[in-house]
């Protein structure tokens, strides 16, 4: 099982920034990717950014130039930080991990989710 404690949601005014952070804990072999998705009210969920074990990074176009995915291995620590924040960008931020375990198998697990606000 891999647990996700994730960070750093809150309230901001337009054009301010915010840095999100999810570390994994547990028993698992290593990480393959780490992602973060969002979900706004009444939409469906959707990815923001990806990155893999091998630090290949991915945005989606709606967040590229103002949002930086990046991870610290060591720690197991998935960060994004997120600048000239829009009020279009107000959701539940999810982080996800793609997991291999010791036994060879491969497991997706989600953070609970922190509240992004952006309004002035």
């Known amino acids: 099982q891999v647990q996700l404690a994730e960070s750093g949601g809150g309230l901001v005014q337009p054009g301010g920034s915010l840095r999100l952070s999810c570390t994994a804990s547990g028993s698992f072999m290593s990480i393959i990717a780490m992602r973060w998705y969002r979900q706004a009210p009444g939409q469906q969920r959707e990815l923001v950014a990806t990155i893999t074990s091998g630090g290949s990074t991915n945005y989606a176009d709606s967040v590229k130039g103002r949002f930086t995915i990046s991870r610290d291995a060591a720690e197991n620590t998935v960060n994004l930080q997120m600048n000239s924040l829009k009020p279009e960008d107000t959701a539940v931020y999810y982080c996800?991990?793609?997991?291999?375990?010791?036994?060879?198998?491969?497991?997706?697990?989600w953070g609970r989710g922190t509240q992004v606000t952006v309004s002035s």
């Open positions: 996800k991990v793609h997991a291999l375990h010791f036994d060879g198998t491969i497991s997706d697990y």
